[in-house]
């Protein structure tokens, strides 16, 4: 499974932005998806995470309310909808795949996007 995550930018608190994971191969619908982010001299973050049909999620407390995850099985791709960011969520974000179910864990996702960065200025 390759992933392609793109969406990034630049933009002001309060503003959303809406990042996408493409996956390539056939059965980019047996893996579920996690989202992490890792900020400068931080350790790197769980952010949320779908399983492999779409039917189970989970959100970093942090992002809870704020942050959406889905995904388009048709368009092997999954979507991180950002809501009312904040200058905190600055970080590069990843997007990572495992079979079947999620993990908040990072180390468990065998596959990884090549990070696509996220800037929220006050």
């Known amino acids: 499974v390759q992933l392609q995550a793109s969406g990034g930018g630049l933009v002001q608190a309060g503003d959303s932005l809406r990042l996408s994971c493409a996956g390539s191969g056939r059965t980019f619908s047996d893996y579920a998806v996690g989202w992490f982010r890792q900020a400068p001299g931080k350790e790197r973050e769980f952010v949320a995470a779908?399983?492999?049909?779409?039917?189970?999620?989970d959100y970093a407390d942090s992002v809870a309310g704020r942050f959406t995850i889905s995904r388009a099985s048709a368009k092997n791709t999954v979507y991180l909808q950002m809501n009312s960011l904040k200058p905190e969520d600055t970080a590069v974000y990843y997007c990572?795949?495992?079979?079947?179910?999620?993990?908040?864990?990072?180390?468990?996702?065998?596959?990884w996007g090549q990070g696509t960065q996220v800037t929220v200025s006050s």
């Open positions: 779908i399983n492999y049909s779409g039917g189970r999620t």
């Open positions: 990572a795949a495992r079979r079947w179910q999620y993990s908040s864990n990072w180390p468990e996702y065998d596959y």
